[in-house]
């Protein structure tokens, strides 16, 4: 019986991007969805997401740091009791990933 082996790589967050990576995702970004050929990917069925959990397998790395926020901001934050540096989190990655977006 062949044992298998597990290989994983780690891209890190400030490696950027090949040339001939970017003209790959130039040209798919410029392709209808239907012109993609999706033939070796089998399409799963609805169900088989049924059980997804976002986020299970990536936590981001969370780095502590000093933040001068306006007295009142912070009152906002804290008026929902426990928990308002991860809603503070929550508040800024949404208006991140929205820039990112744009």
């Not at 082996?5 to 239907?34: F, G, N």
């Not at 999706?38 to 299970?56: C, F, Q, T, Y």
């Amino acid at each position: 019986m062949k044992k298998s082996r597990i290989v994983s790589y780690t891209l890190e967050p400030e490696t950027p991007l090949t040339a001939k990576q970017k003209k790959e995702i130039k040209a798919l970004s410029q392709m209808k969805d239907s012109e993609i050929d999706l033939s070796d990917i089998p399409e799963m069925p609805a169900d088989a997401w049924k059980n997804a959990v976002r986020g299970r397998f990536y936590r981001p790395v969370k780095k502590a740091v000093s933040l001068r926020l306006d007295a009142d901001v912070i009152a906002w934050l804290k008026k929902d009791g426990e928990g308002y540096q991860t809603r503070a989190n929550r508040i800024l990655r949404e208006r991140m990933l929205g820039d990112k977006a744009s």
